[in-house]
């Protein structure tokens, strides 16, 4: 469920008047017979400083410079108007060049990417979020001693009785899944606590866990499987949480070296022509 925070009143005004003023300067430069993408071309600079600023913000925290997520709102609302800048100054159309295809490509990247960890941020649940730092090394711990658990309930089965089908599910599915590396993607669905369907197909071909003894060894193991589903998942989460800003952060240091270029660029050759 994405939980989107509206933006304060400060703002949206914010917004309406960056919009309000771009539209004025195109207008007036359209008047004067201006090139509208050199004015276009100030805006999505400027734009994409003050994004960068975000940036310099984080690394400054203890810096008395306004609240952390006051911050983080101008950084959006300020990607929302940046994404129309661009696509003002490109014109609503693919570039042919290299280095303008190169650029635009990275920049179209950094603003989904951005978008995507928003709508990321705003999914994720609050607690994940908040042990962003913490979490994985926590998890694999928890793995390791759910699968000792598991063992152990294995080798006490073993001892209690001579029937060993169960443990051969248990060898050949079960604790191959509780070994292995969560995906990227999930393949389960939620009522099954997201237990992979390759899973839940072979291991339900041996074994009806909708109907186990309570407590019984089969039961603890079946608990401890979709535990370790559900960890697999805070994992995935994880993944994805720090994923998308190993795109935007590495992207947009390559645009600042870029976006320097086009601007020195653009202006030699503007220079040029009117000798
Ligand atoms: C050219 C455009 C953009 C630039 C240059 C830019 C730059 C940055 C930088 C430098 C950071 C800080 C990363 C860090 O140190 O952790 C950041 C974080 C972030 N950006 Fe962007 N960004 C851009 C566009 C966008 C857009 C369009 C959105 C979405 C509307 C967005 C959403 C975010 C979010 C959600 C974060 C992480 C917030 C946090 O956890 O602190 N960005 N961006």
Same mark, same amino acid.
Do not use: R
């Given at each position: 469920m994405i939980n989107l925070k509206p933006p304060s009143g400060s703002l949206i005004t914010l917004l309406a008047v960056a919009f309000v003023a771009f539209r004025y300067c195109i207008h007036e430069t359209d008047q004067s017979l201006g090139d509208p993408a050199r004015t276009s071309g100030w805006f999505l600079l400027g734009s994409f400083v003050l994004l960068c600023v975000y940036g310099v913000r984080k690394k400054l /925290?203890? +810096? /008395? +410079?306004?609240?952390t997520s006051t911050w983080l709102m101008l950084h959006l609302t300020t990607g929302v108007l940046g994404g129309y800048f661009f696509l003002e100054h490109t014109e609503f159309r693919f570039p042919t060049g290299i280095f303008d295809t190169l650029l635009w490509i990275g920049y179209f990247v950094i603003l989904l990417s951005g978008f995507t960890g928003w709508v990321l941020l705003r999914t994720i649940p609050q607690p994940l979020r908040e042990s962003i730092h913490l979490l994985p090394a926590r998890i694999d711990q928890e793995i390791a001693t759910l699968i000792k658990e598991a063992d152990s309930l294995i080798l006490e089965l073993r001892k209690s009785s001579s029937h060993n089908e169960y443990e051969l599910v248990y060898l050949s599915i079960l604790r191959p899944f509780l070994f292995s590396k969560a995906r990227s993607l999930s393949s389960g669905k939620k009522e099954k606590q997201y237990l992979p369907n390759a899973v839940v197909d072979s291991y339900s071909r041996h074994s009806n866990f909708s109907k186990l003894e309570s407590n019984s060894v089969e039961d603890k193991i079946h608990q401890i499987v979709l535990r370790k589903s559900v960890l697999d998942r805070q994992l995935r989460l994880h993944s994805w949480m720090r994923g998308w800003l190993l795109i935007h952060l590495p992207f947009t240091g390559a645009m600042v070296i870029m976006i320097l270029l086009h601007v020195i660029l653009t202006h030699a050759f503007a220079a040029g022509t009117v000798q």
């Open positions: /925290p203890f +810096l /008395p +410079l306004g609240k």
